[in-house]
């Protein structure tokens, strides 16, 4: 009976989509797959410590290689793709009913005594345990990404043109013209401090004061009186 996909199960084997759950043995599960031309498979896969077993995956992968050398024979289904790598897979046709992967996980299982006389218990591997399907390592990364000569070309300018920009300002920093020299310290601004505007002053009696003539200065004496009085002449 075909269960969901749980946690952990691997979505796809080689070129094969996996679909759903269809068995779970001691060594190893099987998958309901497609393939890339639609055809329904029935997949097989290690348990992850089968996997790390190294006479279990050999039994299992020993299986599948007779099976494709006796194609037809011993009731085992054809095979379509298989990796025998860490983690050993094997597709087969599906049929309802019928004869699946499941076949190829039955040898992986040794029952009884290994050495034929009934002295002890029987064989129990010490994976017999684990139900998490043994997964293919990630492929590595691909190659980055190649560039065009286009982008190069552009790439290739823009740094040329920082370059000359970062050339010529330091060229400017260090020969700047000595009149353009900012001084170090700026000046203090002018205080202005207001005064009031001078006085005459008023002349004293008896002061000489200078009048302008055609021929030359002469000097008059203020007597005292009043205004329309004049000083005579020297």
Do not use: C, K
């Not at 699946?100 to 006389?117: I, K």
């Amino acid at each position: 009976m075909a269960t969901p996909l749980q946690y952990g199960d691997p979505p796809r084997l080689g070129p094969f989509v996996l679909q759903a759950r269809l068995l779970t043995a001691p060594a190893g599960l099987v998958y309901l797959g497609q393939g890339p031309d639609g055809r329904v498979v029935s997949v097989a896969v290690l348990t992850r410590g089968a996997a790390l077993d190294a006479a279990a995956r050999d039994r299992f992968v020993t299986a599948i290689t007779d099976a494709e050398r006796h194609a037809g024979r011993r009731g085992a289904p054809a095979v379509l793709a298989m990796d025998g790598g860490p983690a050993p897979w094997v597709a087969v046709p599906y049929a309802p009913g019928g004869v699946g992967a499941e076949r190829f996980l039955e040898p992986v299982m040794v029952s009884g005594m290994l050495l034929g006389d009934r002295n002890g218990p029987d064989f129990v591997p010490f994976w017999l345990g684990d139900r998490d399907p043994a997964l293919p390592a990630p492929a590595p990364p691909g190659p980055p990404p190649v560039a065009t000569r286009r982008s190069v070309g552009l790439a290739a300018a823009l740094l040329a043109t920082l370059v000359t920009l970062m050339v010529v300002m330091m060229l400017l920093l260090l020969f700047r013209p000595e009149g353009d020299q900012q001084p170090s310290r700026p000046l203090p601004p002018p205080v202005v401090v207001p005064t009031p505007p001078p006085t005459p002053a008023s002349p004293r009696p008896g002061d000489q004061s200078p009048t302008p003539s055609e021929g030359g200065t002469e000097r008059r004496t203020a007597v005292p009186g009043g205004d329309d009085d004049l000083g005579g002449e020297i």
